[in-house]
């Protein structure tokens, strides 16, 4: 199995800046990707972004491009999403994700991230 677990949510003002952490652990060895999905109080849960464990390619929503980073470290088997210049649409509860090649099999708890204006 693969446990991931969340770190770095909190309120910040629009404009503001945070990265959130997903670490992983247990079978990281069968990682193929690592995503950031959010759900916002009353809506579906949304992707935000993707990051491949190996290349690094990356693909972000167009909703977050050009204002979230994702990046990873290998060896701590950490994934990040810097978010800056933060929008209050942007409250949500942000979720990290792992494949093993098809779908998202694993999931974190969740960190809330809230934006005010």
């Known amino acids: 199995q693969v446990q991931l677990v969340e770190s770095g949510g909190g309120l910040v003002q629009a404009g503001g800046s945070l990265r959130l952490s997903c670490a992983a652990s247990g079978r990281t060895f069968s990682i193929y990707g690592v995503g950031w999905f959010r759900q916002a109080p009353g809506k579906e849960r949304e992707f935000v972004a993707s990051?491949?464990?190996?290349?690094?390619?990356?693909n972000y929503a167009n909703s977050v491009k050009g204002r979230f980073t994702m990046s990873r470290d290998n060896a701590k088997n950490t994934v990040y999403v810097q978010m800056n210049s933060l929008k209050p649409e942007d409250t949500a509860v942000y979720y990290c994700?792992?494949?093993?090649?098809?779908?998202?099999?694993?999931w974190g708890q969740g960190t809330q991230v809230t934006v005010s204006s």
């Open positions: 990051i491949g464990w190996s290349g690094g390619s990356t």
């Open positions: 994700a792992a494949s093993t090649g098809r779908g998202w099999d694993y």
